[in-house]
């Protein structure tokens, strides 16, 4: 399992390649080795800023494990928190909400929203005990236009650092002025690199989506891996054409800044280890996978349009267009993600050969293996 010998296939061109061995999803050792040497290590995606849009505003997470605690302050910055009480560990907040303050239902304890212990009842007596010094535990959250980014390790390198030059490229949608307009959640019984590699191939179209999308319409081109982010290209006949593919006329305008690479079409970004970006002509959307652990995956979409868009008396009828692709399409990703994780668990699972039409699917596993296990 951690000989790099094993993936010797995985490091090929992807005419002659292979996918990762079927235990790489299942195997609960691999798991823990991920998030020691992977999720521990690298900057985490945690979706958009209007989560926490007001003061007081805070969004719970189980993460590999790990519960936290994203909340904005009353000075209107925006922070992370390990969700432990640091009396004896019980997590200090559930699910999402606004509060003044954070309370351990346990004994009391209560933390102002910069992270301090405000109050510990029953604590009078304990020597040497200091207040100052058993705050709520502070995480690295750094944002990039609207998107928060979490990250285990302080000595990591700066979130700009990681994300190469995918600002470069890709800074035209103006993601500030994106609002998030909807978030739904999934779980699936899935890894969560099952999802991901779907994500990132188009091979899975005319089957999974036959239905739903018309891929003869489409002309798809994948970008070489750029650091820590991979990109695949859609382009259309039409390129100024909207990705509802049909309804057409609830199509909403699209965002006036873009040029590039993103006024051709549409980018299908991973944002490693574990989100997919759709950054279409009018709209940005994400997955962002949560790992529950080798065998499950909570799925996060987020939907974001520009803040124009977002202020149209129309945009509320129209969006729902948007949506029903959406739900209609990652629903079909969702079951045959589950369908090939069941597969991949039978004792009689190999590795399988490549198309030509899969050429990030190697290339994710190499990024992968390469944080996981790395050259010595």
């Not at 089957?207 to 891996?225: C, D, F, G, R, Y």
Request: aromatic residues 10%; proline residues 7%; negative net charge.
């Amino acid at each position: 399992m951690y000989d790099r010998a094993s993936f010797a296939n995985v490091f090929k061109p992807v005419e002659q390649a292979e996918s990762l061995p079927p235990w790489c999803y299942t195997s609960q050792n691999f798991y823990d080795l991920e998030v020691k040497n992977l999720f521990m290590r690298v900057w985490n995606f945690f979706g958009h800023v209007d989560q926490v849009a007001n003061k007081g505003d805070f969004i719970t997470v189980d993460f590999v494990g790990i519960p936290l605690i994203i909340v904005r302050g009353d000075d209107g910055e925006i922070r992370a928190f390990a969700n432990s009480c640091r009396h004896r560990g019980t997590p200090v907040a559930d699910g999402t909400g606004n509060c003044r303050a954070f309370t351990c239902p346990y004994h009391g304890w209560v933390f102002r929203l910069d992270g301090a212990l405000h109050s510990c009842p029953g604590m009078e007596k304990t020597e040497g005990f200091d207040k100052d010094a058993n705050g709520l535990i502070p995480l690295r959250l750094e944002i990039f236009g609207c998107f928060m980014f979490i990250n285990f390790d302080e000595n990591a390198e700066p979130l700009i650092d990681y994300l190469g030059d995918f600002p470069k490229i890709m800074g035209s949608y103006d993601l500030e002025n994106l609002r998030l307009v909807r978030k739904l959640e999934h779980e699936v019984p899935c890894n969560w690199k099952v999802h991901i590699e779907n994500a990132m191939e188009e091979y899975h179209l005319p089957m999974v989506h036959k239905a739903t999308l018309n891929p003869k319409e489409m002309e798809h081109s994948a970008a070489p891996t750029s650091k820590n982010w991979l990109d695949i290209r859609e382009h259309h006949d039409n390129h100024t054409r909207s990705l509802l593919i049909e309804d057409m006329e609830h199509e909403l305008p699209h965002i006036p800044t873009l040029e590039g690479r993103a006024a051709g079409g549409t980018n299908y970004v991973s944002l490693n280890p574990s989100t997919m970006l759709g950054m279409t002509l009018d709209s940005v959307w994400y997955l962002e996978l949560q790992p529950q652990g080798p065998n499950h995956t909570k799925v996060v979409h987020g939907a974001c349009f520009p803040t124009e868009t977002v202020a149209r008396d129309d945009f509320e009828d129209k969006v729902r267009y948007y949506y029903k692709r959406w739900d209609t399409t990652l629903g079909e990703d969702n079951d045959i993600s589950a369908r090939q994780h069941r597969g991949l668990r039978s004792p009689f699972a190999q590795p399988g050969r490549l198309s030509h039409l899969e050429p990030l699917v190697p290339e994710l596993a190499q990024w992968w293996i390469n944080h996981i296990i790395p050259e010595e």
